[in-house]
């Protein structure tokens, strides 16, 4: 396990993302990307048809999507996994 810090993220636009995706490891089966408002959730709604209003502190919006390797990320489908936040109970 590793932590690749990206400064870009901060406050990052979509292809920000792209970029920070498809230069993650190769061998790297799951990926978690932490951002800030706005630009995460309007990512976030780009990645599937589920939609959220806001990507609220500690958000996490999980897709799933068939690939070899993590430059293939996007333009890909992605299956709409999970939507969870602190207070959503």
């Known amino acids: 396990k590793s932590i690749i810090i990206v400064p870009e ?3 990052a636009n ?9 230069s993650a490891p190769p061998k790297a089966a799951t990926i978690d990307v932490f951002s800030h408002n706005d630009g995460v959730t309007l990512y976030a709604n ?3 048809d589920a939609r959220v209003d806001n990507m609220a502190t500690c958000a996490v919006f999980a897709v799933k999507c068939n690939i070899s390797e993590w430059s293939e990320f996007e333009p890909r ?4 996994y999970f939507f969870d936040y602190p207070k959503s109970e």
């Open 77 to 80: 489908d992605h299956e709409f």
């Open 46 to 48: 780009r990645l599937s």
């Open 9 to 11: 993220l901060y406050l």
């Open 14 to 22: 979509a292809d920000a993302f792209k970029r920070a995706i498809r």
